[in-house]
C-alpha cells in the first residue's frame, strides 16, 4: 500500500508562487516515478509533471513548461512541485499520483495507480 499526502495549496495572486508537496509512506520504491495532476472544475484531469528519479529525467505539460518544476527529496520521500508565474488557469485541485508502469502514455492517468486526496490551488487575477 501507498498512502500519498499532498500539502501547499492555496490561495495567490497571478505572477506569484506556491511550492506543493507530496509526501508518500508505504511502498513507494516504484521506479517508474511520480507525477503531478491536476483538475479544474468541470474539466477533465489532466498531467502537469512526471518525475522519473532513476533516471533523473523530467516531463512537463506544454502549458507549465518553463514555470513548475518536479522535484525530489530521497531523505524525505517528498515530492515537491514548484510553482512560479502563476495564472488564473492554473486554478484546479492538484493531485500527486504514483506512476504504475513504463507505459510512454505517462500523460494519461490511467497509467498511475496511487494518488493523493488532492490540495487547492486558486489564482486570482
Known amino acids: 500500500q501507498v498512502q500519498l499526502v499532498e500539502s501547499g495549496g492555496g490561495l495567490v495572486q497571478a505572477g506569484g508562487s506556491l511550492r ?8 513507494t520504491g516504484s521506479p517508474y516515478g511520480m507525477g503531478w ?5 468541470g474539466k477533465e484531469r ?4 512526471l ?7 523530467t516531463y512537463y505539460a506544454d502549458s507549465v513548461k518553463g514555470r513548475f518544476t ?8 517528498t515530492v515537491y512541485l514548484q510553482m512560479n508565474s502563476l ?3 492554473d486554478t484546479a485541485v ?4 504514483r ?3 513504463g507505459s510512454r502514455f505517462f500523460r494519461t492517468s490511467e497509467n498511475y495507480d496511487y494518488w493523493g486526496q488532492g490540495t487547492q490551488v486558486t489564482v486570482s487575477s
Open 46 to 49: 489532466e498531467f502537469v509533471a
Open 94 to 97: 492538484y493531485y500527486c499520483a
Open 20 to 27: 506543493l508537496s507530496c509526501a508518500a509512506s508505504g511502498d
Open 37 to 41: 495532476f491536476r483538475q479544474a472544475p
Open 87 to 89: 495564472k488564473p488557469e
Open 99 to 101: 506512476r504504475r508502469n
Open 70 to 77: 518536479i522535484s525530489r527529496d530521497n531523505a524525505k520521500n
Open 51 to 57: 518525475f522519473i528519479w532513476n533516471l533523473g529525467a
